[in-house]
């Protein structure tokens, strides 16, 4: 099962990126075979839309769980509609959470974690 | 003919020269308040309202049980505003509209392949028009809560009368509303204030302006305040100064007054019909 967790680095040491639409990488893992795909986001300087279109990543990817710092309204109701779980107040290292979800560690979250324009600075 | 007021910084006075401009022309005159975010011209004007209409956009509505997931309509959606999540395991398809950030350009119901997507009106802020001795005055009041200005600047626009003297009041600023604002004038004067924040913004006015092509002018409010980094830009630029108003304390109480500075100091009267002369031969 690919579950993706955004990051600020391109590596597994990287840390846990607290934006989902606007992060710098997602991870995609692959908790079965461990097969690790990271994908720089080309959607984070979009001009608007982007908690849209990085939803619609996710369900392209066939991600299954998004675990990240937070997520915003229009990124949570696209990542429900595509059946996406969605995992907020996600930190630390990027293998360090792939070991803490691996032990069920995570408890879905059920709504949006931030108001809209969160990941603009 | 059509002269557009603008600035870049905003407070800088476009407002107190576009109505005096208005009031102090003879002839048919047509006043267009396009900062439909917070139109203050009537405040001036104090226009008759005669007519009120509602302005909409056309947003997509999806039929769900027609939709193939096929996905043509999130791809040709520049701004995002429709994700289509196909079928999975667990769950049926769905394909979300976003009506906030819908430009309404209908793109996606034009190339549906299923013609499944019908566009429903959305109201996005109304339309005002009114009279006051021979000016005729429209603005646009954009609904609390929505983001975009330009469909209802361009209701406004709509309106437009070329055989009369149109003037608009543009936003301050130099982003969407402005450019929407601005574009088909022939002439437009950009008001500013003779301070460092105030050349900043009329810098970047100057930039749009000069892409857009539209022939400018600078009307410095405040004209003896500040310093004199302004003269000296427009100097170096080769940008007319039209007009300088000096501050007045006066002039300030009559426009928190809602009273025009023509009114007040009637002698401005005459400086304006200057203004629009010079107007008309730099157009």
């Known amino acids: 099962m690919k579950v993706c967790i955004t990051s600020q680095g391109s590596d597994l040491e990287a840390q846990v990126d607290p934006r989902f639409g606007r992060c710098q990488y997602f991870i995609i893992v692959d908790t079965d075979t461990n097969a690790t795909d990271v994908l720089e986001n080309s959607n984070k300087d979009g001009m608007g839309g982007v908690g849209v279109q990085s939803g619609q990543l996710m369900a392209e990817k066939q991600v299954k769980v998004v675990l990240t710092g937070n997520v915003g309204p229009n990124a949570f109701q696209t990542l429900q509609a595509g059946d996406i779980e969605v995992i907020t107040g996600v930190s630390g290292k990027i293998k360090e959470v792939i070991e803490k979800y691996k032990k069920g560690e995570f408890k879905a979250t059920q709504g949006p974690s931030v108001d809209s324009h969160f990941g603009t600075s | 003919m059509l002269i557009s007021v603008a600035s870049g910084k905003g407070g800088t006075g476009k407002t107190t020269v576009s109505t005096s401009l208005a009031f102090s022309l003879n002839g048919d005159v047509q006043f267009l308040d396009c900062d439909v975010e917070e139109p203050n011209a009537h405040i001036f004007i104090k226009p008759d309202i005669e007519k009120t209409e509602a302005v909409s956009i056309f947003v997509p509505e999806v039929d769900q049980s027609k939709c193939t997931f096929c996905g043509k309509c999130q791809q040709v959606c520049s701004y995002n505003a429709i994700a289509v999540l196909p079928p999975g395991d667990n769950s049926k398809g769905n394909t979300l509209v976003f009506p906030v950030l819908c430009h309404g350009c209908g793109a996606c119901s034009y190339l549906c392949p299923q013609e499944c997507i019908k566009e429903v009106e959305r109201d996005v802020g109304i339309l005002e028009e009114g009279k006051k001795g021979n000016i005729e005055f429209v603005h646009g009041r ?142």
């Not at chain 2, 070329?162 to 088909?184: F, L, R, Y």
């Not at chain 2, 302006?209 to 980094?229: A, H, Q, T």
């Not at chain 2, 100064?241 to 007040?264: C, D, H, N, Q, T």
């Open chain 2, 142 to 283: 954009l609904n609390v809560g929505e983001a975009m200005a330009p469909p209802v600047i361009r209701a406004v626009k709509k309106r437009i009368d070329i055989k009369k003297t149109v003037i608009i009041d543009a936003p301050p600023g130099t982003s969407c509303p402005v450019i929407t604002s601005i574009q088909g004038s022939d002439f437009c004067l950009l008001v500013t204030e003779p301070t460092p924040f105030g050349l900043n913004d009329l810098i970047l006015a100057v930039e749009v302006l000069r892409k857009m092509k539209i022939p400018f002018g600078v009307v410095v409010n405040r004209s003896d305040l500040g310093n004199d980094e302004t003269d000296k830009y427009c100097e170096r630029e080769s940008i007319p100064v039209l007009m300088k108003i000096p501050f007045k304390r006066e002039i300030a109480r009559a426009y928190s007054g809602g009273v025009s500075i023509v009114e007040a100091f009637p002698v401005y009267r005459k400086e304006f019909r200057g203004l629009f002369d010079m107007i008309k031969k730099l157009a």
